[in-house]
């Protein structure tokens, strides 16, 4: 027997077991339905089963609310700076603003302001916190830095920083949201979502987002679907995710 073969079979095994570690799913999404908001510059958007409503916050510090049809319902009185990512519990809505560096939790019915954290990030004023989340599989908020690198940072509920997660080579995250078991991170400049893994944050899918410009927010209904908020359009785009 030639004993020179199996060394040729290890590397050929290894790089199979590479290839099936580093490999992931990979989908293609088309715009199935899109329609105008008259809201500036939205920049996150998150659905809030308990007011059976959206809650978007835009670049201009301010938080609207709209119906499941994307109507205006009301805004709140909270004056911010810029405002980059929102997240809805059953009593509470926060709201980042990446500038000043701040969370803002306001009760979710009547929108009044009921605390602001400090959340500190040294670095240039527009590559703070980008969004935020809640993630249940291990219990913390998360929220994003975007880029430079980009960083997944997980908080306690009194919003005091927990740990630090480097997202290598994952270009931007523009926006988070936990949906059916899984945190989904929007990359504005790839066009994509990534689907990752709730406790180790490795990306387990990747979705191309075909039909738009600027994505910055993501969210879903609470029939599945995936919406997309354009900065620059002004626009809610919905996809169909496949399971």
């Known amino acids: 027997m030639n004993t020179n073969i199996f ?6 095994l290894s ?3 590479a ?6 799913r990979t989908d293609i999404l088309h715009v199935t339905y899109k329609k105008h908001i ?3 510059e939205p920049s996150d958007i998150c659905y809030s089963p308990s007011t059976q409503s959206y809650f978007i916050v835009s670049d201009k510090g301010v938080l609207y609310e709209v119906d499941t049809n994307l109507r205006f319902v009301r805004k709140a009185d909270l004056a911010g700076y810029d405002f980059e990512g929102v997240y809805a519990d059953s009593n509470k809505v926060y709201v980042c ?6 969370v803002f939790a306001l ?4 929108l009044q302001q009921e605390e602001v954290r400090p959340v500190p990030y040294h670095g240039g004023r527009n590559l703070g916190y980008e969004s935020i989340t809640w993630n249940p599989a291990r219990n913390c908020f998360v929220m994003a830095i975007e880029k430079d690198p980009t960083r997944l940072v997980e908080f306690d509920r009194q919003f005091v920083q927990l740990r ?4 290598k080579n994952k270009g931007d995250i523009s926006s988070l949201t936990y949906y059916n078991n899984f945190i989904y991170a929007l990359s504005d400049e790839k066009r994509v979502v990534y689907r990752l893994h709730p406790e ?5 899918a990747t979705y191309t987002l075909r039909g738009i410009l600027n994505p910055e927010g993501l969210c879903f209904t609470n029939q599945g679907e995936m919406l997309v908020l354009s900065d620059d359009l002004q626009m809610i785009f919905r996809y169909n995710l496949n399971p």
Not at 97 to 102: F, K, L, N, P, V
Not at 200 to 204: L, V
């Open 19 to 24: 290839i099936l570690l580093c490999s992931h």
């Open 97 to 102: 603003d990446e500038t000043m560096r701040r």
């Open 38 to 40: 008259p809201i500036p």
């Open 200 to 204: 180790t944050y490795r990306i387990e």
């Open 107 to 110: 009760n979710v019915r009547t």
């Open 7 to 12: 060394p040729r079979i290890m590397v050929n």
């Open 15 to 17: 790089l199979v077991c």
């Open 164 to 167: 630090e997660v480097n997202l």
